[in-house]
């Protein structure tokens, strides 16, 4: 203090102090904590209160109190606690109290939404997803989704939006006797309502559209579209008991992808999707003539002795550098020009 603290007259010093219980960073649904104590070193008398305040998702408990007594709002004026909001607020008359604390915090319901989006190539099929959980009551920074176990063990999965992903991981899992792939979603920060992803891979031709899940969620509706290509006859096939409806490609703008000008299919389940396949063949190849007529023109004059006179006029399309005229049995060229 450079001046001193005046005799007989209030002092006030505020300081912040900043501490991490042991395990907090963890991934709790409940923990336990005790109430710091601070204490003025040699002071002959020491009271005031405490004030305990739990953000965002978290609640706070008072599991155990040693020489603390509830303070009510008529109370707070008096020990400087006016207009702080507080969950647990108690006064002390000497520095020797204690409190073990209980926090928890509260589950997020989540919903989602998804798109399957699977691009056909002759070579080999483009795979993308997007997902839109809507995380509601609490936040949360742990996503997870399922693919089919055929399809790749290494892809790329990136926040969309504001969501950033800070790393994801996957493990093999079995849910209704068939086995997945479930990739575990870290994302930078707690995050509530859309929180968007989208993951990308390139896979070889299957019978089969690979459809992605969201995981942990208490409902979901998934779209899946499919997109042919020129050299390919394709045809999509959904079973007839399946729970689906066929979607105009409006309803996919929602999504950050969007699709070409060959959708072969787009199809909406709710909950998991049905199994979608394809059946493809390539097309026959046809070869283009290297000279095509576009205008043909033929004046014949027929003479009383029997003989007949043609004037053959063809306009043609080519880039060949010769060019093959066949006439008529026992006719007589009389004359050609370009």
């Not at 001046?3 to 042991?22: D, H, L, N």
């Not at 176990?149 to 990136?158: G, K, V």
């Not at 208490?218 to 008991?241: C, F, P, R, W």
Request: glycine share 6%; with cysteine; aromatic share 8%.
């Amino acid at each position: 203090i450079p001046q001193g603290a005046p005799a007989e007259t209030p002092y006030e010093i505020r300081f912040q102090a900043v501490s991490t219980p042991e395990k907090w960073l963890g991934d709790w649904t409940q923990i336990g904590a005790t109430l710091p104590v601070f204490a003025a070193i040699g002071a002959a008398k020491d009271e005031g209160a405490v004030g305990v305040t739990a953000v965002d998702d978290l609640d706070v408990l008072a599991d155990d109190l040693q020489g603390l007594v509830p303070l009510d709002d008529v109370e707070k004026p008096r020990y400087g606690m006016a207009g702080v909001e507080t969950d647990l607020v108690y006064r002390y008359d000497s520095p020797n109290y204690s409190a073990k604390l209980r926090v928890e915090r509260a589950k997020p319901t989540i919903t989602a939404r998804t798109y399957s989006f699977a691009r056909i190539e002759p070579d080999d099929w483009h795979l993308r997803y997007e997902l839109i959980y809507d995380i509601q009551d609490a936040g949360t920074d742990r996503l997870a989704l399922l693919l089919p176990m055929d399809t790749p063990s290494t892809l790329s999965i990136r926040g969309l939006d504001n969501a950033i992903v800070k790393e994801f991981n996957a493990t093999e899992v079995e849910q209704s006797g068939q086995r997945w792939r479930r990739w575990d979603v870290l994302l930078a920060q707690r995050m509530q309502g859309n929180v968007r992803i989208a993951a990308d891979y390139t896979t070889s031709p299957r019978e089969t559209v690979p459809v992605v899940l969201a995981e942990g969620v208490a409902y979901q509706t998934s779209i899946v579209a499919v997109e042919g290509h020129a050299e390919l006859d394709a045809e999509v096939m959904v079973k007839k008991d399946a729970q689906a409806r066929k979607v105009d490609i409006g309803e996919l703008a929602a999504a950050e992808y969007q699709v070409g000008k060959r959708v072969l299919a787009a199809y909406e389940f709710v909950g998991s999707a049905a199994e979608m396949r394809v059946a493809m063949r390539r097309r026959s190849a046809l070869e283009l003539p290297t000279a095509i007529v576009q205008r043909a023109e033929l004046v014949s004059l027929l003479g009383a002795n029997g003989v007949c006179q043609t004037a053959a006029r063809f306009h043609l399309r080519t880039k060949a550098m010769y060019l093959e005229v066949e006439l008529p049995e026992k006719s007589e060229l009389w004359s050609i020009y370009l």
